[in-house]
């Protein structure tokens, strides 16, 4: 039982519990939160597996930005509490058995497969890699993805804007 | 003229063709359509008969490629014999004065139109079913024949008994219909063609089985059976008088009924070629006529009374091509067409004058309808066999040819049957024209366009006996190739006339003379006569009642066994469509958790395969 | 150290239950975060197989910003969206939203 074992049980919890309590909880702000440290744990595993840069990135966007972007949705939906009347029975059971099943399979493949065991050298400032390889190798991509948030920026703004000035 | 032979059934065609676009728009103007046509048609039919008058003009055929089926060729074509070409004549000219004479007797029916294209309909499938060349097509128009009868039938369908008139004319005649088809059958499957002119080389070659032969002539016989109302599937014909009395004249006298008989005659060869067949064909022809006749003596039906003449005499022409009489049964055949279509018009006449088929209601309408007297006294004359008309020359030679045939019994059935011709003729005559009126109608004498085509028909049923003396009997056969000429001793001439008279002086003693009508329930013999012998009884009692027994049995197998197998597919199909309908709630969620089960079901399907194989 | 199933096992399960709360939830909002739920799931194993992969290397890494990107946009769209409906219909639970029945 090294540090880096309880380091990983900590996180995996945190990811983990947080997506169940995200399922459970009633109200809509407490799940919104609760999601919000499902994502914090991720950014531990991110961590452990030397990738800092992109647990920082998740730190700032998932728990920073999305989850705050959500609980402001809530807000302004004005939409507090699931609704509990609607009961679907054999929607929830189907759900769930076809959830579950997925899962199973997925672990019955990782568990059922063997994977290598060294651990890459990536480098030793992971910041300076992802650079490197982003700007040179992958800069069409980069640039389309700035392309892309920038339709997305203009499509949401266009979608949420109100219609009484037509 | 001969290779154009088949614009003759085509002119009927485009005839039904206009009248069902145009019909309605024409109106009786209609008429004009028809008649034209059939000018037309009989223009062209006179044509041919005229050049294939000569003695020595070779049977015409023309086929075309149909069907080829393995190393079997089915052909279409036409065909001008001289048995063809005189059909052609007989039924274009009688169809014509139909058509004219309908023109008066059908002004103001709503459906006049209607009436019209049943009557091309009918026209065109009679001219095809005459000159077709081989046993397939001719079937092929030998139905559209019936069902052009069924429409004619029934045309006023309004009228319960029309209907089922119509209904009785279509299933009995199919009954003779499927011997036909049958018989058709086995000959291709045994010959391996369905021509005239194949089958009767095979047949003379030997190449059949003389068993063989006969099964299948018989079988054609029972189809002819069906189409001339030959005992014991003649009910329909009577029942047919309910359809209208021009289609009376046309169909049930001159041309359909005539086609069983044409079609034995065409196929002669075959029935000449087994003995058994001839003598079933002269038994059963014989029967008919007196049995008919019988029936016909004490009728009141004006209309009736001709319908078993006519069965009667098919009889005759069954029975003179039993007796090897091919000659006699075509010529009566020809003869008959004529004066049978005119006593049907006639009785069309008087019914369109006192608008009633009694005979009992009618009395003295001589006075007034002069024309109609005259022609219906020619045609009654002609039918009784008076010496000098049609139908003596006809029935001679009947005669000859069954008393040469050695059937001595069918040869004294055949006079009997002769006299009561006379007889229940002049019984219609004189209740109908002479004495005092029992009617109150106020009778006038038909317009010009019924009596000028009466009277055209009386003037055939006058001199058509007389091409006896030119030749007919040397031309019909092709010089004797299908038949022998008959020759018979002189007495059965006179005989023969002492019939006739025999007849009319029996009909004026008991009718002309003091003109009164029995009253009263008939009894004994009248009385079985008067119901036909009882057979539409006898037929719903061993056919009809156990038929609608085992119908019953089947609608209640039917509405609870098959019925409940429906209603179960129903409602599986139901219930699955509620399933899918369900799925179908317009919700994403449910759409993606089908998606996912998919999925699902199929990554199970897969690793599962891989685990056990 | 801890061997790469562990990381993979972690991203399953999450991945899992990202997918029954799509299924299942009945909030806008709830579903729209059950989808970022798994995109991090395969961002675990993205980055997971850029370290102990068999040709482990940084392009790994690389996907997973452009991952990020697309579920940000996708975020601030299905947001949008959301207050659209909400604005149009006065809710947001996806089972009232059964316009693709008709």
Redesign the interface.
């Given at each position: 039982m090294t540090g880096?074992?309880i380091a990983?049980f900590i996180f995996?919890l945190m990811?983990?519990s947080g997506?169940?309590l995200?399922?459970n909880l009633d109200r809509?702000i407490h799940?919104?939160l609760s999601?919000g440290l499902?994502?914090i744990g991720?950014a531990g595993?991110?961590v452990?597996?030397?990738?800092e840069?992109?647990a920082f990135?998740?730190i700032l966007?998932?728990a920073g930005?999305?989850t705050i972007?959500?609980a402001l949705?809530?807000m302004?939906?004005s939409?507090h509490k699931?609704?509990k009347k609607?009961k679907?029975k054999g929607?929830?059971i189907?759900?769930?058995?076809?959830?579950?099943?997925?899962?199973l399979?997925?672990?019955?493949g990782?568990?059922t497969t063997s994977?290598?065991?060294?651990?890459?050298n990536?480098?030793e400032d992971?910041v300076i890699?992802?650079g490197m390889?982003?700007f040179t190798k992958?800069v069409i991509?980069f640039e389309l993805?700035s392309l892309?948030?920038l339709?997305?920026?203009m499509?949401?703004?266009?979608?949420?804007k109100?219609?009484s000035d037509k | 003229m001969l290779e154009n032979a088949w614009l003759v059934p085509l002119f009927p065609l485009i005839s039904f063709v206009l009248l069902v676009a145009f019909g309605r728009q024409l109106k009786e103007g209609a008429a004009y359509v028809g008649i034209v046509s059939l000018l037309s048609s009989f223009i062209v039919a006179l044509g041919i008969l005229f050049e294939r008058l000569g003695h020595d003009a070779e049977n015409y055929i023309q086929n075309f490629n149909w069907l080829t089926i393995g190393d079997k060729t089915l052909t279409v074509g036409f065909e001008i014999t001289p048995l063809n070409a005189l059909m052609l004549f007989v039924v274009t000219l009688v169809s014509l004065m139909v058509h004219i004479y309908s023109k008066g007797y059908m002004h103001g029916d709503e459906r006049f139109p209607v009436f019209y294209t049943y009557l091309s309909l009918f026209t065109f499938s009679m001219l095809s079913l005459v000159i077709s060349p081989n046993l397939l097509q001719a079937f092929i128009f030998w139905e559209l024949v019936g069902a052009a009868s069924f429409l004619l039938i029934g045309f006023y369908y309004f009228k319960p008994s029309a209907r089922s008139a119509a209904k009785k004319a279509f299933i009995v005649t199919r009954i003779g219909d499927l011997g036909l088809l049958i018989g058709i059958s086995l000959l291709f499957w045994q010959v391996g063609t369905f021509e005239y002119a194949g089958v009767f080389e095979a047949v003379e070659q030997g190449l059949v089985e003389p068993g063989f032969i006969t099964l299948t002539a018989i079988l054609i016989f029972i189809g002819a059976i069906g189409k001339s109302g030959q005992f014991p599937l003649h009910t329909w014909l009577p029942d047919a008088m309910e359809g209208p009395t021009p289609v009376s004249a046309l169909i049930h006298a001159a041309t359909m009924v005539a086609a069983g008989v044409y079609l034995v005659a065409r196929t002669f060869p075959l029935f000449e070629a087994s003995e058994t067949a001839m003598y079933v064909v002269a038994t059963v022809g014989g029967f008919t006529a007196i049995f008919a006749a019988s029936i016909g003596l004490v009728q009141n039906d004006i209309k009736r009374v001709l319908a078993y003449s006519t069965v009667s005499q098919l009889g005759y022409m069954m029975l003179a091509l039993g007796s090897a009489g091919f000659i006699a049964g075509v010529f009566h055949l020809f003869t008959h067409a004529f004066f049978k279509a005119l006593l049907f018009l006639t009785a069309g006449s008087v019914i369109h004058a006192v608008h009633t088929q009694n005979i009992k209601e009618m009395g003295g309408l001589g006075k007034e309808m002069k024309i109609t007297r005259a022609v219906f006294l020619i045609g009654a004359l002609a039918i009784s066999g008076f010496p000098g008309l049609a139908g003596f020359f006809s029935k001679d030679l009947i005669l000859m040819s069954v008393y040469e045939s050695g059937h001595v019994t069918l040869f004294w059935m055949a006079l009997i049957a002769a006299v009561m011709t006379a007889f229940y003729m002049f019984r219609l005559y004189f209740l109908v024209f002479s004495g005092k009126p029992r009617h109150n109608a106020n009778v006038h004498e038909s317009p010009k366009n019924m009596t000028i085509p009466m009277i055209i028909l009386s003037l055939l049923a006058i001199f058509a006996g007389y091409i006896e003396f030119f030749g007919f009997g040397e031309w019909i056969t092709n010089n004797g190739v299908i038949a022998e000429e008959v020759e018979g001793p002189k007495w059965i001439m006179y005989l023969s006339i002492i019939a006739a008279f025999g007849g009319i002086a029996l009909a004026w003693l008991m009718y002309g003379r003091d003109n009164k009508v029995k009253t009263g329930e008939p009894r004994g013999l009248h009385k079985l006569l008067f119901n036909k012998y009882y057979i539409d009884e006898l037929y719903s009692t061993v056919v009809v009642r156990p038929y609608t027994i085992f119908g019953y049995v089947l609608k209640f197998f039917d509405k609870y066994v098959i019925g409940g197998l429906v209603q179960l597919s129903v409602w599986f199909s139901k219930a699955i469509g509620k399933i899918g309908s369900r799925l179908q709630n317009g919700q994403v969620?449910?759409y993606g958790?089908i998606t996912?089960?998919g999925?699902?079901l199929l990554?199970?399907s897969l690793?599962a395969g891989r685990l056990l194989g | 150290?801890?061997?790469?199933?562990?990381?993979?096992?972690?991203g399953?399960?999450?991945?899992?239950?990202?997918?029954?709360?799509v299924?299942?939830?009945?909030?806008?909002?709830?579903v729209?975060?059950?989808i970022?739920?798994m995109l991090?799931a395969v961002?675990?194993n993205l980055?997971?197989f850029?370290?102990?992969?068999?040709?482990?290397?940084?392009?790994g890494?690389?996907f997973?910003?452009?991952t990020?990107?697309?579920?940000?946009?996708?975020?601030?769209?299905g947001?949008?969206?959301?207050?659209?409906i909400?604005?149009n219909k006065g809710?947001?639970?996806i089972?009232d939203l059964n316009i693709m029945k008709r």
């Open positions: 880096e074992y990983f995996a990811a983990i997506a169940v995200m399922l809509v799940m919104v999601i499902s994502f991720v595993l991110f452990l597996l030397k990738a840069f992109l990135v998740q966007i998932y930005a999305i972007m959500m949705g809530t302004m939906t939409q699931e609704d609607l679907r929607h929830t189907f759900a769930i058995l076809g959830a579950t099943i997925i899962g399979i997925l672990l019955n990782i568990r994977w290598p065991n060294e651990a890459a990536l480098g992971n890699e992802i390889a982003m992958h991509p993805a892309l948030l339709v997305a920026l499509g949401a703004i266009v979608l949420a109100k219609e | 969620q449910a958790l996912i089960i999925l699902v990554l199970v690793t | 150290m801890v061997p790469l199933n562990a990381y993979l096992a972690v399953a399960i999450m991945f899992s239950i990202g997918m029954f709360g299924l299942n939830k009945k909030s806008g909002i709830i729209l975060l059950s970022e739920l991090n961002n675990i980055i997971a850029s370290r102990f992969g068999f040709y482990g290397n940084i392009t890494q690389i997973t910003i452009f990020i990107t697309v579920a940000a946009a996708e975020t601030a769209v947001l949008a969206i959301l207050i659209a909400f604005r809710t947001i639970s089972t």
